[in-house]
């Protein structure tokens, strides 16, 4: 089956730590995604990227960062400079130009103590 | 600056009543939009989209309804089921801005059925 894989599902960390969740898609979409999940706050964009090598920056990208080696896979690192890294994190990935439709992971949520 | 809102986090309606979720948007760029469901602890899945061609699109028990000049959409459950409690995300995006699409999602309304 085809789809979007996220792990680990639930993931604690020592403050200072840096941390990389993973996601891998086999839907062979070019298009691939991070947000953030806060109460009250919505899904809110990290960083993205269209196409293997590259990626661009969302709204809340400081203290994160990416890489885009294999089309696959699109692993994000929570560094120690991001100040408030507790939080639900998802995944998506869509056909590339169209950012709609994208289809999500099951999630990671990262607890930092 | 929250270009996408959704003005009632929560939302309780009665089995077999209809549901109408809100949302609105100040992004004039805006032009696709979507709503997508989502359980506690798992990502989202689509549910239905609109583009702004069209003020109305169904899909079963579910329709959006889009109002461009007012720039607001909604979606109607009818009817209600209790697996439909779940929270409900609005997104939009620029359709045409080929190559930098990127969903901007509201803050979410929380629907609870009641059997």
């Known amino acids: 089956d085809g789809g979007i894989t996220q792990s680990p599902k639930y993931l604690f960390r020592k403050e200072g730590q840096n941390v990389t969740l993973s996601c891998e898609q086999n839907?062979?979409?070019?298009?691939m995604y991070w947000y953030r999940q806060d109460p009250g706050q919505g899904l809110r964009l990290i960083y993205y990227s269209q196409i293997v090598n590259d990626f661009q920056k969302g709204d809340i990208a400081e203290g994160y960062s990416v890489s885009r080696e294999k089309k696959e896979s699109f692993p994000l690192t929570v560094t120690s400079a991001q100040k408030n890294p507790t939080a639900f994190y998802l995944c998506a990935s869509s056909i590339r130009g169209r950012g709609t439709e994208a289809f999500f992971g099951q999630g990671t949520r990262l607890t930092v103590v | 600056d929250q270009q996408v809102k959704q003005n009632s986090p929560s939302l309780s309606v009665q089995e077999g009543r209809i549901s109408i979720l809100n949302c609105d948007y100040t992004?004039?760029?805006?032009?696709?939009f979507l709503w997508y469901k989502k359980y506690p602890a798992e990502g989202p899945t689509f549910l239905i989209s609109?583009?702004?061609?069209?003020d109305k699109n169904e899909d079963g028990r579910f329709t959006v309804f889009l109002n461009k000049s007012a720039k607001h959409l909604s979606l109607h459950i009818v009817p209600s089921q209790p697996g439909d409690s779940a929270v409900y995300f609005c997104a939009a995006s620029p359709l045409s801005n080929f190559g930098n699409e990127k969903l901007t999602f509201g803050t979410g309304t929380r629907l609870t059925i009641i059997p």
């Open positions: 839907l062979n979409h070019d298009a």
């Open positions: 609109i583009s702004s061609i069209k």
């Open positions: 992004n004039s760029m805006f032009d696709y």
